[in-house]
């Protein structure tokens, strides 16, 4: 397993040198992207992109939570937290190359 992350700087400039469009205009298009997948979620819309994945929000209900080290029973608030589920396709080519 690698310990490599791809960043988003890494990703603008793999877009740059895929299309030859400036450096500025490939971090532009990446942070476009990236800000409708958020607005989309923000608006509890699904995000299904073909061949990659589905991004969607999941309501959590409040819930007793304990502190591991006091072991003091706490509240966890309600929250909405963002799901990611790969495609098949994907799960295919990922596990393709793991080989």
Do not use: W
């Not at 890494?10 to 895929?18: C, G, I």
């Not at 409708?36 to 999941?58: C, H, M, N, P, W």
């Amino acid at each position: 397993m690698s310990d490599t992350t791809l960043t988003r700087a890494e990703l603008a400039d793999d877009v740059y040198r895929k299309l030859g469009i400036s450096h500025a205009e490939s971090a532009e298009l990446v942070d476009t992207v990236i800000e409708e997948i958020v607005t989309a979620l923000q608006r509890d819309d699904q995000v299904k992109l073909s061949s990659f994945g589905t991004f969607s929000l999941r309501k959590k209900s409040q819930r007793m939570g304990r502190n591991p080290k006091t072991k003091e029973e706490i509240p966890i608030t309600a929250r909405r937290v963002v799901t990611f589920h790969a495609s098949n396709l994907l799960v295919k080519r990922v596990n393709k190359n793991a080989s």
